[in-house]
């Protein structure tokens, strides 16, 4: 025990010590993700409230809000969902839901042949990974007023999405520079596929919107408002 205790103090021979790596992997983790484990719920919201949303595996819905908000159970996966909302007034507004590390969840550090059997199984499994606890799906409208509004509308948009990945994708870009003979953080790579996905998403629902009076507002249909999200 006081071996163990003192590679944890000192941090040597930490990869000799697959026991003591792992305790000290996971109070690590724990120290900086104090929360716990996640347990499968996801809060589904829209903007505006009342939206009829499902989440998608491909073309299965795995889950199901009749009136957002609402809340969810779904299962640990590596697997890439989609949430997709809809409302009167507006066009079916759909996001990507992507698995994230939870960093909550202990897990063997990968040394040793017991340490790399079982991060094999966590990764082969989804054990350790999880879906964000919260999601709100701010709806697009069908229709604007104008084009400025439209145009202004997904400009607000496409910044936003770019602004979620700025940080982390500069900081990607300085390591590449800064190491020119390594090949790049993969991660990276990860992060502009999903920011183009993201984009051409948002493009495909930029095409269908719609400019000028509603052909249905005299039925009492109002022309939804084309406020940016805020």
Avoid at 189 to 214: I, K, N, T
């Amino acid at each position: 025990m006081t071996a163990c205790l003192r590679v944890l103090i000192l941090g040597a021979g930490l990869l000799g010590l697959p026991g003591c790596a792992t305790v000290a992997m996971n109070a690590a983790m724990r120290a900086a993700h104090p929360h716990p484990p996640w347990d499968g719920q996801v809060a589904l919201a829209s903007e505006p409230t009342g939206a009829r949303c499902a989440i998608h595996r491909g073309d299965r819905v795995v889950a199901d809000v009749p009136a957002a908000p609402g809340t969810v159970q779904l299962p640990r996966s590596h697997a890439v969902l989609e949430v997709r909302c809809q409302a009167d007034g507006y066009l079916e507004t759909a996001e990507a839901l992507r698995p994230l590390d939870d960093p909550a969840v202990f897990r063997m550090a990968p040394n040793g042949i017991i340490g790399a059997t079982a991060t094999v199984i966590s990764l082969a499994s989804a054990r350790t990974m999880r879906y964000p606890s919260q999601v709100t799906i701010a709806m697009v409208p069908a229709v604007f007023p104008d084009e400025d509004a439209r145009s202004q509308f997904f400009e607000a948009r496409r910044g936003s999405i770019l602004a979620a990945r700025a940080a982390q994708l500069a900081l990607a870009d300085e390591r590449c520079r800064a190491q020119p003979d390594s090949t790049c953080d993969p991660a990276a790579m990860v992060m502009r596929q999903e920011q183009d996905d993201d984009l051409a998403r948002l493009e495909r629902m930029r095409s269908a919107a719609r400019v000028g009076p509603d052909p249905v507002a005299g039925l009492g249909v109002q022309v939804a408002r084309a406020d940016p999200p805020q």
